[in-house]
């Protein structure tokens, strides 16, 4: 969800229409292989994004497969799409970056949208150029709202604790 929000709040910035982009839908619906839509000033159709979280740990990648399902679903999304560009947490990746490419370019032959690919790399890149999301990011969405913690000690409860916020850290070994 909150890599969902960044990318619904870059996007709207990108496409000039931060009041308009939408969520599309809720958790358990059918969302038509679009997580995020909206008309970037300028067009008269509407654009979707499908986010794509991968795990930083087993980097692992989009597949072709999960491409084709989700621009199966994207072709049943109303009114049809302009464009559909997948927005991805995985890391740049040559075999992907050909297959959509090739895709895309299927689409457009048949008449049907543009597809696109921003992996995690692209998406840092649309961040430093746009500093309003980017501010808003690393104040906001790095740091998430927490539970009370119970502290027990040698099995018996001891102290609770009411953080209003963590930082999420990554700890590396070498």
Do not use: M
Request: with cysteine; proline share 2%.
């Amino acid at each position: 969800q909150d890599f969902e929000t960044l990318c619904k709040k870059l996007w709207g910035e990108i496409w000039n229409c931060s009041d308009t982009i939408q969520q599309h839908g809720r958790n358990g619906q059918n969302q038509h292989g679009v997580d995020i839509y909206g008309i970037p000033q300028g067009q008269n159709a509407y654009f979707g994004i499908q986010c794509k979280g991968k795990d930083d740990y087993t980097h692992r990648q989009l597949t072709e497969k999960e491409i084709d399902a989700e621009i199966a679903k994207a072709k049943t999304f109303e009114p049809a799409l302009k464009r559909l560009i997948f927005a991805t947490t995985a890391n740049r990746d040559t075999q992907i970056e050909t297959y959509i490419r090739k895709r895309n370019i299927e689409s457009i032959a048949v008449g049907d949208f543009e597809i696109y690919l921003s992996s995690w790399e692209d998406i840092i890149d649309l961040l430093i150029e746009r500093r309003d999301t980017y501010n808003w990011y690393v104040n906001n969405c790095q740091y998430k709202d927490s539970t009370n913690v119970d502290v027990t000690i040698e099995g018996k409860a001891v102290y609770t604790i009411h953080p209003q916020y963590y930082r999420t850290t990554k700890k590396y070994k070498y």
